[in-house]
């Protein structure tokens, strides 16, 4: 019959193990985690609502925590058929009203969906959770987390600071109306 078994001694190993047999890739990103007890999602509930908003069968099977965008707890999701997301949500508390605002993330991003670079957006929900929360699509991509890029070449460094200029140059040229923020803040 040919039952394979995986001797568990961490859940990173598990799965690195459980990939190697299953011939599938659960690596994950680096600059991810495991979460820490209180930092875990509900999988069912995840699993459940993604299954919903996909429309097939979409069990999650790990939920990892990034390391960076702490001032609102950003995870990783991986599903078993390989899709990944980014869920993003409110951190769990008592709060300042105005503080912590992902509603105002999940619009603006809709908002300029192929005018810059973004992650597709999929859902915007005040329910599942703790706190309301976006998932979007996960986009493999680099962090750079010092501003001065000593990891690229002169050359490289040069690209990147274009491109994001050329990014916030696109960003500030939007016309707000058009894209249904008219409403969204102080005028000017």
């Known amino acids: 019959m040919g039952i394979t078994t995986i001797k568990v001694t961490s859940s990173q190993q598990a799965i690195q193990d459980l990939g190697s047999v299953l011939n599938l890739d659960f690596s994950f990103p680096p600059e991810t985690r495991d979460c820490i007890p209180r930092e875990v999602l509900p999988i ?6 993604i299954s919903r908003q996909t ?11 990034f390391r960076h965008g ?5 995870y990783y999701i991986r599903t078993v058929k390989g899709a990944q997301y980014v869920l993003r949500k409110k951190p769990s508390g008592n709060l300042l009203p105005k503080a912590h605002q992902v509603d105002r993330e999940f619009k603006i991003m809709n908002a300029l969906q192929g005018i810059v670079p973004l992650p597709r957006t999929i859902l915007y929900d005040e329910r599942t959770l703790d706190t309301p929360f976006y998932l979007m699509e996960y986009q493999k991509g680099r962090l750079f987390l010092n501003p001065s890029l000593p990891e690229l070449t002169p050359p490289e460094r040069r690209k990147v600071y274009e491109e994001a200029l ?8 939007v016309d707000v109306e ?7 803040g102080r005028a000017g």
């Open 178 to 184: 058009k894209v249904g923020l008219k409403d969204f």
């Open 70 to 74: 702490q001032s609102n707890p950003t």
């Open 44 to 49: 069912q509930k995840v699993s459940d609502l």
């Open 55 to 65: 429309s097939s069968d979409n069990t999650v099977i790990a939920i990892r925590k």
């Open 166 to 173: 050329r990014t916030l140059a696109t960003i500030h040229s």
